[in-house]
Nanobody, 115 residues
């Protein structure tokens, strides 16, 4: 059974930074593309960043240039560095597999950006 445990969220002022972590177990981590998603109140969950097995990255237009996704195949962990945070980045952030290859969602980690 795949388990996803997100951490690192918090309350930060606009312009600040956070680093999110997601520990993955129950799957061959190195063989799976991973993604970070977020869900703001009243909105649908959206993919904001993805990383392939070869560490090629992609980002949504709303976070490109500010967020960086990375992975550590030894620690079975995927990271999301959030810089230059804006109020509209406020959401619960989740990690999971790439779209179409997702498992049961974890609890997520709350990011709140005050303006």
């Amino acid at each position: 059974q795949v388990q996803l445990v997100e951490s690192g969220g918090g309350l930060v002022q606009a312009g600040g930074s956070l680093r999110l972590s997601c520990a993955v177990s129950g799957v061959i981590f190195s063989g799976n593309a991973m993604g970070w998603y977020r869900q703001a109140p009243g909105k649908q969950r959206e993919l904001v960043a993805a990383i392939t097995v070869s560490a090629t990255t992609s980002y949504s237009d709303s976070v490109k240039g500010r967020f960086t996704i990375s992975r550590d195949n030894v620690k079975n962990t995927v990271y999301l560095q959030l810089n230059s945070l804006k109020a509209e980045d406020t959401a619960v952030y989740y990690c999971n597999g790439a779209p179409g290859m997702t498992w049961t969602w974890g609890q997520g980690t709350q990011v709140t950006v005050s303006s």
